[in-house]
């Protein structure tokens, strides 16, 4: 295995994978995802973070097997928190591309929870507490 990335090289092929995906360029930026992946320890948030970018580009491909592959990597084996709600809604679209309704709407749910438990945490920031 190669020597784990640094700091300043992870954000620079995160930013140059986001760039990627955003442009339509989902082939480069899934090797750039594909490289983070093989240059992180696995499980830690660059791979983590890896693995949800290999989730998308499968996703906008129509590859709703491989997405639901690559976000349970994504989502480890832990509780999620509400910053990765996001994921639970990759889910549920990952899951509705199979065809697979009832278990769809399930994660859709599970990201309506998360997203306003973030919205909470948000507004708790904002406002002092009484």
């Known amino acids: 295995m190669t020597e784990p990335i640094n700091e ?3 954000k620079t092929l995160s930013v140059l994978a986001f ?14 995802y594909e490289a983070i992946a093989e240059l992180s320890v696995p499980n ?6 890896a693995k949800a970018g290999l989730a998308a580009v499968a996703l906008e491909a129509g ?9 349970k990597a994504a989502m480890g ?3 999620l928190s509400s910053k990765e709600a996001a994921l639970c809604l990759m889910k549920s679209q990952a899951l509705w591309q199979q065809g697979r309704k009832e278990e769809a709407q399930i994660a859709r749910d599970e990201f309506l929870h998360l997203s306003r438990g973030a919205k909470q945490e948000e507004a708790s920031f904002i406002r002092p507490p009484l």
């Not at 760039?19 to 750039?32: I, P, Q, S, T, Y």
């Not at 830690?44 to 973070?49: A, E, G, H, N, Q």
């Not at 590859?63 to 976000?71: C, N, P, S």
């Open 63 to 71: 590859d709703g097997r491989t997405a639901l592959t690559e976000l």
């Open 77 to 79: 084996s832990g509780p």
């Open 44 to 49: 830690s948030s660059d791979w983590r973070y």
């Open 8 to 10: 300043d090289e992870r």
């Open 19 to 32: 760039l990627f995906f955003r442009m339509g360029l989902e082939e480069r930026a899934k090797r750039v």
